[in-house]
């Protein structure tokens, strides 16, 4: 079978039948771009002591982001070829502390907010324009609409951001979308304002790519079902993970299912403003699991906007 690969067609076709396979992860401009990183985007998430809430320079964020690790107890219902949250480490928490986590969400965003995080020494090199805040993410160690207590988590950031100590921050959802259908994550999506944010992950077009990439619990038919429904009451920006599989990216047909299912959604009325095109940049657990180089994901976003007229963009 062939694999995606360098072309200068940017006919769909041209780039899917024609391609030889996909190079071996960390070529030079992986690396080159990984280097980079490492100053900013490839560092890990910064707790600051804190429990619950953390800071990323996140380069789908585009700069600063707070996150709330909904998931202290590390639980997700996909177990992904990529992921870089080592279950088998001892927990520090058993459970989201409600409270204690809106408590330590003022005080980073006041950091964050007054200035004061430049003068922390983890931060003090880094660009200004990269340390100011873009969003709260909702997000964490595992599928955040496992959380318990998702809702009270979603009402309490709701409420800091209401109480108008800070300008106006956009929340964010990351989400593999599994839950999105469940009575409370429903309800509690209509807190958000029409400025926030869901992102969905969708890595796959086909129930077994979806079962190598994100061995995951729920079926892929269902998760599509749960993005239309959200994606027709309000925007959900999707999330697509490639990576190279044994030095080998998605196949052709692959390629082709995944771009069938983001045309199904799109033509059944989800409105997808953006997919979020990327690769895993930390280390990943998996020795079979590497970098997709920048290069095939420019040609993946590519295939993105000319065959489903959808906004695509590489991260
Ligand atoms: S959905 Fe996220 S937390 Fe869950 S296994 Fe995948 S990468 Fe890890």
């Known amino acids: 079978m062939s694999h995606l690969h360098k072309t200068t067609s940017s006919s769909p076709a041209a780039l899917l ?26 560092r890990p998430r910064d707790f600051l002591g804190n429990r619950f809430i953390y800071l990323t320079v996140s380069a789908r964020a585009r700069g600063l982001s707070v996150g709330v690790n909904l998931n202290p107890d590390r639980l997700c219902n996909f177990d992904c070829a990529y992921c870089d949250v080592d279950r088998r480490l001892p927990l520090p928490e058993q459970t989201l502390d409600v409270d204690a986590m809106a408590e330590e969400l003022q005080h980073t965003l006041d950091l964050v907010i007054s200035g004061r995080i430049h003068d922390h020494p983890a931060y003090r090199s880094l660009p200004r324009e990269l340390l100011v805040l873009r ?65 969905a992950k969708l890595d796959a077009g086909t129930q077994s790519f979806m079962d190598r990439v994100n061995n995951p619990q729920v079926p892929l038919k269902h998760i599509l079902a749960n993005i239309l429904t959200l994606g027709r009451q309000r925007p959900v920006i999707i999330q697509s993970m490639f990576l190279a599989l044994n030095g080998q990216g998605p196949t052709t047909d692959e390629l082709a299912e995944y771009l ?21 940049t930390r280390p990943m657990a998996r020795a079979e699991c590497g970098h997709l180089p920048l290069k095939n994901l420019s040609d993946i976003a590519k295939l993105i906007r000319s065959s489903t007229g959808l906004p695509a963009e590489v991260f």
């Open 17 to 42: 039948t024609t391609a030889p396979p996909m190079p071996a992860p960390h070529p030079v401009s992986v690396r080159s771009r990984s280097a980079a990183h490492s100053t900013a985007f490839g």
């Open 135 to 199: 969003h709260v993410a909702l997000s964490g160690d595992g599928e955040p609409t496992l959380c318990p207590n998702f809702s009270d988590a979603v009402e309490a950031v709701v409420h800091v951001r209401a109480r108008g100590t800070f300008p106006f921050f956009k929340i964010v959802l990351l989400t593999n979308a599994t839950g999105l259908d469940t009575p409370a994550v429903d309800l509690s999506l209509k807190l958000l304002t029409d400025a926030d944010e869901i992102w």
């Open 260 to 280: 069938a299912r983001l045309n199904e959604l799109k033509s059944a009325g989800a409105h997808i403003p953006l997919v979020q095109v990327y690769s895993p």
